[in-house]
């Protein structure tokens, strides 16, 4: 009877350390399966990019417009939760809207004024561009312009003084009396203040003419009217397709070294020559100036993301916009001061 009981006691002490073996086990048959590289996929998965969201408006120059649209597009790609709302107008619209807290950003294609600066504008250079003058091809003096060029000196006789009234002054030729019909943009324009300042004028108030509101009714004008005489960004006034003329217009060259004639490196009848001119500085400045954009105090969040991502990633599509990018050391500099 004894020996009876042991064997049972025994028998239930083997099944007793069975089944604590088991238990202790157990976690080792639900671990999270290892991935390819031995370790839990839970574990490895990288945290999810913030990802960036919101609308930025924009307003101003309608020399920067066109860039400012691409720049828009292209960033909404890469950020399909940030919407845009671009408007032009004019510089001087776009600051306008700065100061008063109504846009995100302004575009101003001139430079910034001490007086904004006080009321809390903040601005940095994000391209190049320039202001060229503008004839119609069906100009009565076409020919002798393109061949002899037009002196800074008769452009601001033209535009600031006054003095020259006919086209047969512009090319010494008293026989010839058709009147010059000058036109200025009549809204606040950092193209007609680059264009003052090119003819020893301060600001835009200073130049003659018919105003015309907006870049693309200038050109428009200019087209239409054999007579006239206009100015017009480098952007506007090429088929950025093409790279041609726009179609009714020429570019009277400025005889930049007041030889008489229009050199080969004064004229420009291929958007391709009149860029070259102005990123390495043989087009004069003004009337070649830096694009700018301001806001209201230093730019913060998604405004200063955008801001940071034109001066690096946004640069590439520049030229294909007809815009000059910035050099190395210009970017740098833009990049500091939103630091």
């Not at 996929?41 to 860039?67: C, D, K, N, R």
């Not at 003096?141 to 037009?150: R, T």
């Not at 490196?265 to 004069?284: L, Q």
Request: proline content about 6%.
């Amino acid at each position: 009877m004894q020996k009876q009981t042991l064997t049972w006691l025994s028998a239930l002490l083997v099944l007793a350390v069975t089944l604590s073996a088991c238990s202790t086990a157990a976690p080792e048959a639900t671990a999270v399966p290892a991935n390819d590289a031995g370790t839990s996929s839970e574990a490895t998965q990288a945290p999810a990019e913030e990802q960036l969201s919101g609308t930025i408006s924009v307003s101003g120059a309608f020399a920067l417009y066109p860039m400012m649209t691409v720049w828009a597009e292209e960033f909404t790609k890469l950020h399909p939760d940030v919407q845009f709302d671009v408007q032009g107008g004019g510089a001087g619209k776009g600051m306008t809207d700065t100061i008063a807290g109504a846009v995100d950003i302004g575009m101003i294609s001139r430079s910034i004024k001490d007086e904004e600066t006080a009321q809390g504008i903040f601005w940095v250079s994000v391209t190049k561009d320039a202001v060229f003058p503008i004839i119609s091809t069906e100009n009565p003096v076409a020919e002798q312009i393109l061949a002899k060029g037009i002196s800074q000196e008769t452009f601001a006789k033209i535009y600031i003084t006054g003095e020259i009234t006919t086209w047969g002054e512009v090319v010494g030729d008293p026989a010839i009396t058709d009147e010059i019909h000058v036109f200025t943009r009549s809204d606040a324009s950092g193209a007609a203040e680059q264009w003052a300042k090119f003819g020893g004028g301060k600001a835009q108030e200073d130049l003659k003419g018919i105003g015309v509101n907006g870049e693309p009714a200038i050109l428009d004008t200019v087209i239409k009217d054999p007579l006239s005489i206009g100015y017009g960004n480098l952007n506007s006034i090429f088929d950025l397709s093409s790279g041609d003329l726009v179609p009714g217009i020429v570019i009277p060259p400025i005889d930049v070294n007041a030889n008489g004639q229009a050199d080969a490196e004064e004229t420009f009848k291929v958007k391709e020559d009149a860029f070259g001119a102005v990123a390495n500085g043989t087009y004069p400045s003004p009337p070649a100036r830096f694009e700018n954009l301001a806001t209201l105090g230093k730019p913060q969040g998604l405004t200063l993301a955008f801001i940071e991502w034109i001066l690096t990633d946004g640069q590439q599509y520049l030229e294909s916009a007809g815009f000059v990018p910035l050099t190395p050391e210009q970017q740098a500099e833009s990049l500091a001061k939103l630091k």
